[in-house]
Structure formats: structure tokens, C-alpha cells
């Protein structure tokens, strides 16, 4: 199959896609580089034959994408020239309420807040500078006024390479079978299919993806170390927010009272709590409250003020195992933190994927070949959780007894959803898909990671029944 799809992704998405070859992205070695802005990069410079110009993408980096140890020169080209220079960077934006500005920081460049400010016209002429992080291309330049000094973004253009066409996407999927397109998603994650022992493992790796793409749903992952849980969800999105340790506050992830900012879950697609054995949480009563309401409603009220989110949360963590690679405990939740053992909270949780399943990461995992533009990809991802009818298409296709659990519905037709929007996303109609696919890729894999938090919740509170609702396809005849 590996040669098919090399031949097959070009044929099909010849602009959005990109060869990939570990030589080629040796280059980077030592830059602190996200995964989509190395694919950019290796596109821009490559030709028509699959050869990467190395010198032209060094000469580009090192005049636009400056990084540290060279932060002290970059400042004084600034001071000493007054020009101005133009960087392709990640800048995090933070209001300061008392002097009414805009203040930025560039930490690859070594920039602090109390050294950048972002110029007022460009904050009414764009909303995402108001705060957060934002990828893009900034031109700085040294101002000195009679009240301060500091460095001043004057010019903004977000990094969005693709003007994506999800029509055309979706219509690219009906060009592979479901063997291929899995395989193709998998490329785009930056692995090796071939890595994977069998269809069942691979798709058990792109449940990673589904909070990608549904809004709102909330997942737990634990898993041994070196199965690539970090580097998926911190490295392949701008539009995720990862959190690796350390402390988590109300202020910081719902509502900032002090500064009146909104928190990090109004800003992405999804957060990843990760390490969460090591994250400390501040005002623990207080958090937990705010929690239980996003997580049930996607809505948080924090001292009056209101807040809303699309946003998804997911909790990573570790898992000790046996001589079998099997959890030691049965009872998994007992490796969350002591915030994490109440079941009424963890109940909010759709799904819960077992990751030692899943392969340690091993040099045949890395993906040679043509895969997606990471890039594109994760746009792509962004913009089909936009798209309403895959929600539609789940309800027509499920027979809910009128007795079941609403959690429990919800969060089966969530992930149901989910998996449809990233196995078939050309799917416009109930009728597009046949029963059985549906079953056995959407509604199967939903019900046993649903399961799963069911059956925990049990162990630790038997209030909670271990079965779930008998949720089957509507009319099917076995």
C-alpha cells in the first residue's frame, strides 16, 4: 500500500501535499519548530523533482525565523539601525488593563512582555491579537517616546499559508478506500502505518485526532511513556493549547478577574492537560466548580461573568503496567490526580482511550513518503468541526432507547460524530455511508471508549450502573 499512496496523495492533493524524508528535516535541528511550520518550510523549498534547496531554506530561516542565542543581536540591530525586521514567529499577547495596551512577548526570541507592545490599529484590525498566542509574520520595530522604550509590532499577517477548500477535501476522500485513508491520516501525523499491528491498532492512534475535530468533547487518555501522547498534541495544531505541568488556575484556563481577560479555554479548539499526575491545581473548590459547568454545558461563570467555549479538554497522563504491558490497578482513575476522583466530574468525560495499546514510538515509526501538508491537515481538522451535519447524520442513524442516560447519549453521539468527521468526511447525507461502516467504525468504537469511563466511574462509585444504554442503528436487520 506504501507505494500507492505515494502515487495516489499527489494525484490527489498535488498542492497540499509534501515528501517526507528524515534527511530533509535534519535541517532543523536545534530550531524550536512547531511540525506545520517545518512542512511550510520544506513545501516552499522544493521543487518539482522531490529535491529540497537546504541553503535557500537556511538563508530564509536565519533572516526571518530568528532563534535563541541570537535574541541580544536581534535587539540591538533594532536599537542601533532603527530599521525594522520582519520575523515568522510565535507571539503570546496579554491586555494590560492599567495602561489600557496591548503588551507581546516573543519567547523564542527572547522578547518579554515588559518589552513588546503590539500598535493599537492593528489590534482593531485583528480580533486575535487581543490575546493568546498567535503564528504569524510580524514586522518590529524600536520605538523610544519621552514616557518608555519597547519594541512595537507595526505590521501583522497571520500565519495562514492554505486558503482551504473543505469541499475539495472532502470530495478527496472518495478517491481512497478506508484502508488508505487511514493510512493517509496516519502519514499526516507523521508516523509510519506500517508500525502499526493491524487496522484495529491504527485506529485506536487517530482516536488522538477526535478532539480535534468534534467540538466540545472531552477525553482521558493514559498510557506508558514514549508512545508520542506529547508530541501529537503539542506540536501538531496552533490550534490546540497544551499545559505540561505546573500549576492550573481558574484565572488562567476560564476567567482572569484581576486583569478581566478570558482564560485559554475561550481561545483553541482543544486543551491538553498533560503530565496531569504533576499539575497542581490552585482554589481547588473554585476550579472544580467552573469545571463541571464547561465540561457538562461548554459554559463557566466566574464572579458574574460569563463565558463560553467550543473548546474540548483532554487529560494525559501516565499508567503503571504489568510484566504484560497491562495496568497494573483496575481501577485506572486512581493515577488521576485527588481533583480527578470524584465521579459526578469525571462522568463529563465522553470517552477514554487506552494507550498502552498503542506502540512505543521506534525510528521505523517515522513517516517516509508523501503525506499531507501538516499545515493544511490541522486546518483541515479546524474546519470540519465547523460542519453541522455530522451531528444531524449521527441522530438519523442511532435508535436511543427513551430510557437511557443522557450522558451517556451524548457522548456516544459525540464521539460517533467524531469518527465520521475523521473516517468520512465526505459523508453529506445519512444515506452516503452504509449501515455497517457506520457501525463498526463509528457507533462501536464510541460505545466502548464510553464504556470504559462508565465501568470506572462504577468501580470507584457503585452508584453509577456499569452498562450502558442499548444504542443501536436505526433499522438495521442483522
Known amino acids: 500500500m506504501k507505494e500507492g499512496l505515494d502515487k495516489k496523495i499527489p494525484e490527489v492533493f498535488p498542492e497540499e501535499c509534501v515528501y517526507k524524508v528524515e534527511e530533509n528535516y535534519s535541517v532543523f535541528t536545534g530550531k524550536n519548530l512547531p511540525s506545520f511550520i517545518k512542512d511550510w518550510l520544506v513545501k ?36 542601533s539601525s532603527r530599521n525594522s525586521r520582519t520575523v515568522l514567529a510565535r507571539a503570546l499577547i496579554e491586555p494590560d488593563v492599567k495602561k489600557g495596551i496591548f503588551r507581546f512577548s516573543l519567547p523564542e526570541l527572547g522578547i518579554s512582555f515588559r518589552e513588546g507592545r503590539v500598535a493599537q490599529y492593528l489590534i482593531e484590525k485583528h480580533n486575535e491579537l487581543k490575546g493568546g498566542e498567535v503564528w504569524g509574520v510580524f514586522t518590529l520595530v524600536y ?129 491538553a492537560l498533560d503530565e496531569i499526575q504533576t499539575i497542581k491545581f490552585s482554589d481547588e473548590n473554585e476550579l472544580k466548580g467552573a469545571f463541571k459547568d464547561y465540561l457538562e454545558q461548554g459554559k463557566f461563570t466566574v464572579a458574574n461573568v460569563m463565558g463560553t467555549s467550543n473548546a474540548g479538554v483532554i487529560l494525559l497522563g501516565n499508567i503503571s503496567l504489568n510484566q504484560y504491558m497491562k495496568p497494573i490497578n483496575n481501577i485506572y482513575f486512581s493515577e488521576l490526580p485527588d481533583f480527578f476522583h470524584e465521579s459526578a466530574l469525571l462522568d463529563r468525560f465522553h470517552g477514554f482511550i487506552e494507550g498502552w495499546n498503542l506502540p512505543r514510538m521506534r525510528e521505523d515509526m517515522k513517516v517516509r513518503g508523501y503525506t499531507l501538508n501538516m499545515e493544511y491537515f490541522t486546518e483541515v481538522l479546524h474546519m470540519l468541526r465547523e460542519k453541522a451535519e455530522f451531528a444531524f447524520i449521527v441522530d438519523e442513524l442511532l435508535d436511543v432507547p427513551r430510557t437511557a442516560d443522557t450522558r451517556d447519549v451524548n457522548a456516544i453521539k459525540r464521539l460517533a460524530a467524531a469518527y465520521l468527521r475523521l473516517l468520512f468526511p465526505h459523508v453529506r447525507q445519512a444515506s452516503d455511508i452504509d449501515k455497517k461502516d457506520f457501525e463498526i467504525f463509528c457507533l462501536n468504537p464510541a460505545i466502548e471508549k464510553r464504556g470504559i469511563i462508565r465501568k470506572q466511574i462504577h468501580l470507584i462509585d457503585p452508584e453509577y450502573k456499569e452498562e450502558l444504554p442499548d444504542i443501536k442503528v436505526a433499522n438495521y436487520i442483522f
Open 44 to 79: 516552499k523549498f522544493t521543487d518539482e523533482e522531490e529535491t529540497l534547496d537546504k541553503q535557500a531554506l537556511l538563508e530564509y530561516m536565519e533572516d526571518f525565523i530568528p532563534q535563541r542565542g541570537s535574541e541580544k543581536r536581534l535587539k540591538g540591530d533594532l536599537i
Open 143 to 271: 520605538s523610544n517616546d519621552d514616557k518608555d522604550a519597547y519594541i512595537e509590532i507595526v505590521e501583522y499577517a497571520p500565519f495562514k499559508p492554505y486558503d482551504i477548500d473543505l469541499d475539495y477535501f472532502r470530495e478527496g476522500r472518495k478517491e481512497f478506500s478506508l484502508e488508505e485513508w487511514v493510512d493517509l491520516l496516519i502519514r499526516s501525523m507523521e508516523y509510519n502505518p506500517d508500525g502499526f499491528y493491524g487496522l484495529e491498532q491504527k485506529l485506536l492512534f487517530l482516536s488522538r485526532l477526535l478532539i480535534f475535530v468534534e467540538p466540545r468533547l472531552n477525553m482521558i487518555e493514559l498510557a506508558p511513556k514514549g508512545t508520542g501522547k506529547t508530541y501529537i498534541f503539542s506540536n501538531l495544531s496552533k490550534y490546540g493549547w497544551w499545559v505540561g505541568g505546573g500549576i492550573v488556575t481558574r484565572a488562567k484556563m476560564f476567567y482572569d478577574i484581576s486583569r478581566n481577560t478570558f482564560g485559554f479555554i475561550t481561545k483553541y479548539d482543544f486543551v
